[in-house]
């Protein structure tokens, strides 16, 4: 069983940044990419970013190229989205997901592992 734990939301004026963890706490040859999803209320669940273990391919959401980075630290089994240039539209839940089989990596059924998210405020 693969748990995350999301953290470092919180609230930040709109050109700020924030950055985001996520403790993966097993990461076995079965977990083949993490990725950020983000979610308002109303609304689907939003692709992000996402990262391969493997190859260290990575994705991002059109509407955060440029600002956002993601990245991982393979000893501390930790993903990070580093998220920059904050505009109020980035408002959201933020989820952290792992992915235990090959998939398109914008899917959120690649994914078979969710936290429970961190809250991102960005005020105007």
């Known amino acids: 069983q693969v748990q995350l734990v999301e953290s470092g939301g919180g609230l930040v004026q709109a050109g700020g940044s924030l950055r985001l963890s996520c403790a993966v706490s097993e990461r076995s040859v079965s977990t083949v990419a993490t990725g950020w999803f983000r979610q308002v209320p109303g609304k689907g669940r939003e692709f992000v970013a ?55 990596l914008f899917n959120t059924r690649t994914y078979d592992y969710w936290g429970q998210g961190t809250q991102v405020t960005v005020s105007s």
């Open 50 to 104: 996402a990262i391969r273990w493997r190859s260290g391919n990575i994705v991002y959401a059109d509407s955060v190229k440029g600002r956002f980075t993601i990245s991982r630290d393979n000893a501390k089994n930790t993903v990070y989205l580093q998220m920059n240039s904050l505009k109020p539209e980035d408002t959201a839940d933020y989820y952290c997901a792992a992915g235990t089989k090959t998939g398109i």
